[in-house]
C-alpha cells in the first residue's frame, strides 16, 4: 500500500512516496519554478542516483503530472501505476482556529482553507492549489489535509491572544495560531522517547530553525506557546521575514516613501530578515563565507539572528517552569554547527552547557545525536524533523478510520525501538565520513 505526500508552495511541489508494508520511503522529490518557467525536477528513488530533468510547468497540475509520470516511468518510476496510491497527504499551511487535528478534505474544509487565504496569502494558496491539482489526477482516493496550525490549539488564551480589541478577534479572528506544528508535533514526540519519558509530562523548548523559523514551548506534551504569531512573519529572524518589529514600523515606512500597505507587507516578508540584513544572502552556509571573508553585515546577520533565538529560548524557560531538553531541529538546525554555536553559546546560566566538538560534529540528517556536556542540567539535542513521515502515518490513519487528534494517538516513531530505514542506511554512510559522529548518537532512555 503506497501512501504519497504533497507539500505544494507558490512555485514547487515537494513529494514522498512511502510504502506503508516495508515502512520504507521509495521515492522523494521536487518540482520547482512552477508556473514562474524553465521548470524541473530533482527526483531520487531508494537505491538509485537523483535525476533532474526539465519540463514546463505552467500550473500545479501540470507539476501534479509531472510527478506523477516520473513515479510511473520505467527508468525512473518506483511504481507500476496509479491504482497501488491508496491516499494521499497534503500540507496545509494555515487551518486557523477550526481544525485541531487532520482531515480528510471534503467541500467544507476546502471552503475553510480558502477562507483562510487573507491570514496566509503567500501559502494557502498554493496550498488548495496542490489539492485540486492532485484530485484531478487522484480523483478516486482520499485526500487528507495536514495542518501545521493545529498542533497549536492547545494553547490558553493567555497565550495566543493579542491585548488588541477583542472584537478583532471575535470578528476578525486575530490571533496567534503558530506555525511548524508538524515538525514540533515528530521533535517533541521523539525527544519524550529520547528522554525516557511520558510525552504528557514532558516538557521541551524546540527550535525549527530553516528559511522559515520558530520556536515552540511544549508543556506535558503539548503546544503552550510559540514566536510565530497570526501569520508567519512573527518571531525570530528568517531566511527574507522580518520577524518582531515594531508595528507601528509599517505605518511610519508608508508615510515616509508612500509605499502601500501591499508593499510594506511583502517587504517585511520577501526582502528582509537575513536578506534585507546582508543585502543578498538567505543561505546560512553563504552568510558564514562571506562573515568569514570579513564581511561585517553578514557577521552582524547571524549575531542578530542568533539573539532573537536566545531571548525566545530564556522566555520559554521562564513560562515553562521545567525544561527537559533543548530541540534544534530542520535545516540550519540539523547543519548550521556555526549557527547553533552562536545561539547555545553563554546559555549556561540557564542550564543548558553545549559543547563546542559535539556541537562541530553534529551535521546528519540520519540520527539524532547529544550535542550538551555531561553537567548540562538540560540536555540539548538535534533531532532532524520528518514532517512527511507525520503526514503519512496521518493520512494512512485516516483512511483507515482510526485517526485521532495527538493526545489520543499513538505514532510508530514514538516507539522505543523505532527505526527509520532510509535514515539507518544514509547513517552508515555518514559514519564512513565522520565516525566521531558514532560517540555522540543519542539513544533512548
Known amino acids: ?56 510547468c505552467p500550473t500545479h497540475t501540470d507539476a501534479i503530472d509531472l510527478i506523477i509520470k516520473t513515479l510511473t516511468n520505467k527508468e525512473t518510476g518506483v511504481i507500476t501505476d496509479m491504482s497501488v496510491i491508496k491516499a494521499v497527504g497534503h500540507r496545509v499551511v494555515h487551518g486557523g482556529d477550526k481544525f485541531t487535528k487532520s482531515v480528510i478534505v471534503d467541500s467544507a474544509a476546502m471552503d475553510a482553507f480558502t477562507a483562510m487565504q487573507d491570514l496566509s496569502p503567500l501559502h494557502n494558496p498554493a496550498n488548495i492549489m496542490g489539492i485540486e491539482a492532485a484530485k484531478k489526477v487522484l480523483p478516486n482516493v482520499p485526500h487528507c489535509a495536514i495542518m501545521d496550525t493545529a498542533w497549536h490549539q492547545t494553547m490558553p488564551p493567555k ?58 514551548a511544549v508543556k506535558d506534551g503539548v503546544s503552550f506557546d510559540t514566536s510565530m504569531g497570526m501569520t508567519p512573519l512573527e518571531g525570530l529572524v528568517m531566511g527574507t521575514r522580518s520577524g518582531d518589529v515594531d508595528p507601528s514600523l509599517s505605518f511610519y515606512m508608508m508615510r515616509k516613501t508612500g509605499m502601500s500597505a501591499a508593499e510594506v507587507e511583502s517587504a517585511l516578508n520577501k526582502s528582509s530578515g537575513l536578506l534585507g540584513l546582508t543585502g543578498k544572502l538567505t543561505d546560512r552556509r553563504d552568510i558564514q563565507s562571506a562573515a568569514q571573508a570579513g564581511s561585517i553585515d553578514a557577521l552582524r546577520a547571524q549575531k542578530i539572528e542568533a539573539h532573537r533565538v536566545k531571548k525566545y529560548i530564556g522566555g520559554y524557560q521562564a513560562v515553562l517552569g521545567r525544561v527537559d531538553a533543548l530541540v534544534l531541529t530542520a535545516g540550519v538546525g540539523e547543519f548550521a554547527w556555526f549557527m547553533r554555536d552562536k545561539i547555545l553559546d553563554g546559555l549556561d546560566g540557564i542550564g543548558m552547557v553545549y559543547d ?58 514514538q516507539n522505543r525501538g523505532y527505526v527509520n530505514k532510509g535514515r539507518a542506511e544514509g547513517l552508515k554512510n555518514d559514519l564512513a565520513k565522520n565516525p566521531d559522529l558514532e560517540g555522540i548518537i543519542a539513544k533512548p532512555k
Open 1 to 56: 500500500m503506497i501512501i504519497l505526500t504533497l507539500n505544494c508552495g507558490s512555485s514547487s511541489a515537494k513529494y514522498q512516496v512511502y510504502d506503508w508494508e516495508t515502512k520504507d520511503v521509495l521515492a522523494v522529490g521536487i518540482v520547482e519554478k512552477v508556473t514562474i518557467g524553465g521548470s524541473f525536477i530533482t527526483h531520487k528513488a531508494k537505491g538509485r542516483e537523483e535525476v533532474i530533468f526539465s519540463q514546463d
Open 159 to 216: 497565550n495566543y491572544l493579542y491585548a488588541v480589541p477583542l472584537d478583532w478577534y471575535r470578528k476578525h479572528k486575530v490571533r496567534r495560531y503558530g506555525f511548524h506544528g508538524t515538525s514540533f508535533l515528530y521533535t517533541a514526540k521523539r525527544a519524550a522517547v529520547l528522554l525516557g519519558q511520558d510525552p504528557f509530562k514532558t516538557n521541551v523548548i524546540i527550535c525549527h530553525l530553516g528559511n522559515g523559523a520558530s520556536v515552540n
Open 356 to 413: 563546542p566538538r559535539k556541537n562541530d560534529i553534529s551535521r546528519t540528517r540520519n540520527a539524532e545525536t547529544l550535542i550538551s556536556k555531561p553537567e548540562s542540567k538540560i540536555p540539548i539535542f538535534i533531532i532532524p524533523t520528518d514532517e512527511e513521515l507525520v503526514m503519512t502515518e496521518d493520512a494512512f490513519a485516516l483512511m483507515e478510520g482510526t485517526y485521532d487528534t495527538h493526545t489520543n494517538f499513538k505514532y510508530s516513531f
